[in-house]
């Protein structure tokens, strides 16, 4: 199947720095990109999908300010947490499906686990 | 919207036994139904779908899913487990004009030795 790699698979930083997380298709193009946020033992809850060349789409209860996505190219998209807080500590998991083929199964990243302190 | 229910948080069953997770959807017009399997601190990995036809379908690592119109039931299944099975199982369906996946709460799977 197709491959999206995330990086860091992990990151510390201290409250209140910011935290970009990648996600890339390493074998397609993807113009539209989701990212998800897990609590622990929890189901993943979408957070905003992002479109290449557009501005994201956030759901409800979402942040757009705190949580910042760039879609600049159509195999790569960013989400990078401004002022991080300890609560914002959580497994993040980028999605991306290959436009091309006009398949309707979603690829995942690896996840990052950030953790604020 | 389209929504899926998976009514266990955990299943247990022994290695070499035959293995179902269960998982019931709430879908409008044709479903799409997929299952994904998650091991510790790692993304998701997609098992099998069901767009149409045949309602058995064959999916990764010896999983299948039979898709059930009447019950609105999609159970993932194998015939003989793994201990190496042991992982977080998600069904999800697509919805929205950007197909974004909602998924189940999760099921936690344990093969014991």
């Known amino acids: 199947g197709a491959v999206v790699s995330q990086h860091p698979s992990w990151v510390i930083c201290k409250s209140g720095t910011s935290v970009k997380i990648e996600c890339r298709s390493l074998d397609f193009q993807a113009t539209t990109m989701f990212w998800y946020r897990q609590f622990p033992k929890q189901s993943l809850m979408l957070m905003a999908t992002?479109?290449?060349?557009?501005?994201?789409?956030?759901e409800q209860g979402v942040e757009k300010d705190k949580f910042l996505i760039n879609h600049a190219s159509l195999t790569l998209s960013t989400l990078t947490v401004t002022s991080a807080h300890p609560e914002d500590s959580s497994f993040y998991i980028c999605?991306?499906?290959?436009?091309?083929?006009?398949?309707?199964?979603?690829?995942f990243g690896q996840g990052t686990r950030l953790t604020v302190v | 919207a389209q929504s899926v229910a998976q009514p266990e948080d955990q299943v247990n069953v022994a290695e070499g036994n035959p293995l179902t997770v269960k998982c019931t959807y709430s879908v409008s017009g044709n479903p799409y139904l997929f299952w994904y399997v998650q091991y510790p601190n790692r993304g998701l990995q997609f098992l099998l779908k069901?767009?149409?036809?045949?309602?058995l379908v064959k999916g990764s690592y010896g999983f299948e899913a039979e898709f059930n119109k009447s019950q609105t039931s999609f159970h993932l299944k194998k015939p003989s487990a793994l201990v190496s099975d042991s992982a977080l199982y998600f069904c999800?369906?697509?919805?929205?004009?950007?197909?974004?996946?909602?998924f189940g709460s999760g099921t936690q799977l344990t093969v014991l030795p």
């Open positions: 069901y767009i149409t036809g045949d309602n």
């Open positions: 992002s479109n290449e060349g557009s501005k994201a789409t956030y």
């Open positions: 999800a369906v697509p919805q929205g004009s950007a197909r974004q996946l909602t």
């Open positions: 999605s991306a499906r290959d436009h091309g083929q006009g398949t309707t199964e979603a690829f």
